[in-house]
Structure formats: structure tokens, C-alpha cells
């Protein structure tokens, strides 16, 4: 298909699914580069624990008070890392759900705090209101839920690569 030819006219899908499958053919041409993106992103969910972070906490309970900024830290370097030359290999909507992804844990990060009291011995204590739990409690699944999808692609796409090696 060509969009420049005198002819043609298509419709807001079909330019999207022209965007998509360019995307895709750029992508495989970068393909290295991809596998180094997720790998980096796995890297940086393990150096700032979201593994035990959002798989055991619920934040009903009291927590160490040090996952703020690990947390933070974590949305600050996946951000920074969108910005990187790697992620350039992403498909645009891959680029914007990690993105999402990111803003929906600092959302949820931002009712955390401010519902949470200090203790002064590393912990902190929530003291939501019943809807501030509620809205933490389904953020808190939706994160999870959103993280096991992610880490199952990640797993998915490593034993691609570890098929392809053999």
C-alpha cells in the first residue's frame, strides 16, 4: 500500500495498522536492541524490588516505609529509560503502556503516602479513609495483575530467544 499515490484514501484503522506493521518491521530490524530494553526494565524491577514489593504487599498492613523510594526510584529510571536509544525498537504502544504502567504505580504510590503514618522505626502504618482503601486495594491488584502480564511476556519472549539459540 501506498499512501502518497493519487488515489488512495484510508480509513483512521487501516493507517493504524500500516503504523502498527511498520513498527513491527522496524522492531525485528532492531531486534538486539529490544531484547536489551527488556532485559534492562527486569533489571531495574529487580534492583528497586517490585518483585516482593507489589507480589506481597498489600499496604494494609504496616510495611517498611524504604519501598517509597524504592518505588520511586524505580518510576523515575523506567521513565528515563523510555527516553533511551533501545527503547526506540518499541512499538509506540508498547512505549505508552509501560509508561501507564509506571504512572499508575505513582498514582497509587502518591495514596499510599499520603494516607500512611510514620512510626520512626522504618515502618509506616496506613490510615486510609474507606475509600482511599478501596481505591489503593484495586490500584495495589491492578498493578499486580498488570506486572505477572508483563513478566509473563518478558518470560515468553526469552524462551523465544533461548529457542532461536538452539
Keep these: 500500500m501506498k499512501i502518497d499515490s493519487p488515489n ?3 480509513t ?3 493507517l493504524k495498522q500500516m503504523k502498527a506493521s511498520h513498527e513491527d518491521w522496524v522492531a525485528k530490524q532492531l531486534n538486539a536492541a529490544s531484547k536489551d530494553f ?3 526494565l527486569q533489571r531495574i524491577f529487580q534492583q528497586c524490588d517490585f518483585d516482593d514489593i507489589f507480589m506481597q504487599q498489600s499496604f494494609n498492613v504496616p510495611f517498611p516505609d524504604c519501598f ?3 518505588i520511586d526510584e524505580g518510576c523515575y529510571r523506567i521513565r528515563d529509560f523510555l ?3 533501545c527503547a526506540l525498537s518499541l512499538r509506540t504502544d508498547i512505549r505508552r503502556e509501560i509508561y501507564s504502567f509506571t504512572q499508575l504505580i505513582d498514582y497509587t504510590l502518591t495514596g499510599i503516602v499520603i494516607g500512611s503514618r510514620y512510626n520512626g522505626s522504618g515502618f509506616a502504618s496506613p490510615r486510609y ?3 482511599d482503601a478501596d481505591a489503593i486495594a484495586n490500584n495495589v491488584k491492578l498493578i499486580q495483575s498488570e506486572y505477572e502480564w508483563k513478566e ?3 518470560l515468553r519472549a526469552k524462551n523465544k530467544v533461548d529457542l ?3
Excluded: G
Design 8 to 10: 488512495s484514501k484510508y
Design 12 to 14: 483512521v484503522e487501516q
Design 38 to 40: 527488556f532485559v534492562e
Design 68 to 70: 517509597f523510594d524504592k
Design 83 to 85: 527516553n533511551d536509544e
Design 129 to 131: 479513609t474507606k475509600q
Design 152 to 154: 509473563a511476556r518478558r
Design 164 to 166: 532461536e539459540r538452539t
